[in-house]
Structures are given as C-alpha cells and as structure tokens.
T-cell receptor
Framework: QKEVEQNSGPLSVPEGAIASLNCTYS??????FFWYRQYSGKSPELIMF????GDKEDGRFTAQLNKASQYVSLLIRDSQPSDSATYLC??????????FGTGTRLTIIP | GAVVSQHPSWVICKSGTSVKIECRSL??????MFWYRQFPKQSLMLMAT?????????EQGVEKDKFLINHASLTLSTLTVTSAHPEDSSFYIC?????????????FGPGTRLTVL
C-alpha cells in the first residue's frame, strides 16, 4: 500500500463549480498534511496545510481532515481556469520527510 | 512565504560530465533541505535529506556516489550529478524546511531541468 494515495485524474470541472480533490494516507501517526499546486514545468507551491481534524478555509480553498478515516481533501470553490494544474497531497512521515501522492490533474472547463 | 532559489534553472550537458545545482534559502536559515527528482507525468520522488554540517541521508535506490550532496551552510545546499547519463535527465527540485514560524513548512525552489545528451 502506498503511503499517500490520490486519484490521478484527470478531473474535469466546469468553471464556477466546486472541485473536490481527495487523498488517503497509511501512517496513522501522521500529524501534518499539505496541499500543493503544480503547474506544468514548475515546482510545487503550497496552497494549504492542516493539522487538526475538521475544516480549514482560506479564500476559495477548504482543506478537510479526518484522521480516523485517514483522509484529507481539498475543495476549490468557484473554480477558475487558472486553477487548472496538478494538485499534490503531501504528508509528513515520522516528522522526517514529506511524502507526496502521485497528484491529481485538474482541468477547469470554461 | 519564505523564498528558495535554485541555480541554474536549466542545464544541458554531455554524457559523462558532472553538473552542480545550488539551492539557497534567501530569507531564512534552513537546517534541513531536501532534494527531489521528478520525471514527466510522475510525482516528486525524494532523493535525499540534507542536514547542515552532516552527511546527507539518501533514499533507498539513490546512489550516493553519483548524487553528491553538500550542505555547507544554513542557507546553501548543493547537488552534484557526477558522470551524468541520459537517464539522469529530469527535473530536480530542492526544498528547505522552515520551523521558525511555528509551523513545519517546506518551501520549494523553482527547480532545475537537466538534459543529458
């Protein structure tokens, strides 16, 4: 079982709709969870991090964490074409290294 | 957020030559830096963890003699790809860990695209 799993997509969402990205992780002791956005040919940029169960909102982005289910998600409201990118879920493993999922490719359709 | 720079942003070299990539944290001190490699349409793969003043910790399957990492100061880590071959062509990305803000965040450099002919 991979440490961090994501659906690779592609996920297509109409402009203005809500995009929902999901991620599961295997290490029950993980405490820190991150969502990165990566445009083609560029390095990842941090969108949000979440440490506690529940929801965390930042502008159009909401991260959701459920440690009991070992599940973290990212919601993007009012999706824009500029949101089209690959979204990487990452989890600190053993407080030593950040482990990435394979990423979900999101396309916002105008 | 904190800024991490990488140099060069791209490099083309002949097979058999060595290439050095620099990673700098510009506005914070990073006791830990990480080196990743990313092949097309794949996720980031951690190559090694670099701690200032000590030897790097390499991930399984990464040749330490081929990928030399030096973390000489709190703001600079270098990756040298020795005797590069076409299969080493990839996107190399460094990141630096910043604990100063009370949160454990990792900031990425812009990446270096290496092409070995």
């Amino acid at each position: 079982q991979k440490e961090v799993e994501q659906n690779s997509g592609p996920l297509s969402v109409p402009e203005g709709a809500i995009a929902s990205l999901n991620c599961t992780y295997s290490d029950r002791g993980s405490q820190s969870f991150f969502w990165y956005r990566q445009y083609s040919g560029k390095s990842p940029e941090l969108i949000m991090f979440i440490y506690s169960n529940g929801d965390k909102e930042d502008g159009r982005f909401t991260a959701q964490l459920n440690k009991a289910s070992q599940y973290v998600s990212l919601l993007i409201r009012d999706s824009q074409p500029s949101d089209s990118a690959t979204y990487l879920c990452a989890v600190w493993v053993g407080n030593e290294k950040l482990t990435f999922g394979t990423g979900t490719r999101l396309t916002i359709i105008p | 957020g904190a800024v991490v720079s990488q140099h060069p942003s791209w490099v083309i070299c002949k097979s058999g030559t060595s290439v050095k990539i620099e990673c700098r944290s510009l506005d914070f001190q990073a006791t830990t830096m990480f080196w990743y490699r990313q092949f097309p349409k794949q996720s980031l793969m951690l190559m090694a963890t670099s701690n200032e003043g000590s030897k790097a910790t390499y991930e399984q399957g990464v040749e330490k003699d081929k990928f030399l990492i030096n973390h000489a100061s709190l703001t600079l880590s270098t990756l040298t790809v020795t005797s590069a071959h076409p299969e080493d062509s990839s996107f190399y990305i460094c990141s630096a860990r910043d604990l100063a803000g009370g949160f454990d965040e990792q900031f990425f450099g812009p990446g270096t695209r290496l092409t070995v002919l």
